[in-house]
């Protein structure tokens, strides 16, 4: 599967525990987007990095949540103290940047179901 | 930031029948709309998409159109069958930024055999 992967696909926490997601987008891809889909909404954007730069973050990334992609290629988005409001699904996506073409087609992972108990 | 509108939430056509989905936008800086399609329990795909410089795109059953001077565009499918069941979603991002999208809240299709 050359598609973007997302590890684990359920996560079931209690609130105030730390918790982790993977994330390992096209192998050529070098951006990486972080997004949060509650039930009923459309994905909200979190972040993006391009190669190992966290380029952007947004106001709904609280200090709580933290994002890196050391190496430019998986990222890992880790929430702190996790509470009942973040139980939501978890979406990775990644693109190409640059090219003629390049409109910059995002390419989603399944997501990481959370949730906090 | 972008602000970006979908209507209906919820739509439900007979199978043969055309559906349609709009969207308005706020930024007028945004040239790239991205309509995903996204099943229960599986991620969005991209079904479509179009640029600011177009007004106008077709794939087979489906069509987007665009109209910059109003900030709307609007997802067209034709002769819709049970499988076009599913949520679908418009975006749209600046190209020469993050190009990170914002999407409008879905609207849950289903088609009616």
């Known amino acids: 599967d050359t598609g973007v992967s997302q590890n684990p696909r359920h996560k079931i926490t209690k609130r105030g525990q730390n918790v982790t997601f993977r994330c390992d987008p096209i192998s050529e891809h070098n951006r990486l987007y972080w997004y949060r889909q509650t039930l009923g909404q459309g994905p909200e954007f979190l972040t993006y990095f391009q190669n190992e730069a966290q380029l952007e973050k947004s106001r709904l990334l609280s200090d709580r949540f933290s994002a890196e992609r050391p190496k430019g290629s998986f990222s890992t988005l880790e929430i702190q103290r996790t509470e009942q409001g973040d139980s939501a699904m978890y979406l990775c996506?990644?693109?190409?940047?640059?090219?003629?073409?390049?409109?910059?087609?995002?390419?989603f992972g399944p997501g990481t179901r959370l949730t906090v108990l | 930031g972008e602000n970006v509108e979908q209507h209906p939430s919820t739509l439900s056509v007979q199978e043969g029948d055309s559906a349609v989905i709009k969207c308005t936008y706020s930024d007028s800086a945004s040239n790239y709309f991205p309509w995903y399609k996204q099943e229960l329990g599986k991620r969005p795909q991209l079904i479509i998409d179009i640029r600011s410089n177009v007004g106008e795109k077709k794939d087979q059953r489906i069509a987007v159109t665009l109209n910059k001077t109003a900030k709307h565009f609007s997802l067209h499918i034709t002769e819709t069958q049970p499988e076009d069941s599913a949520v679908y979603f418009c975006?749209?991002?600046?190209?020469?930024?993050?190009?990170?999208?914002?999407f409008g809240t879905g609207t849950s299709l289903t088609v009616i055999p």
């Open positions: 996506a990644s693109s190409q940047s640059g090219g003629v073409s390049s409109y910059n087609e995002q390419f």
């Open positions: 975006a749209a991002s600046i190209r020469g930024t993050g190009n990170q999208f914002y």
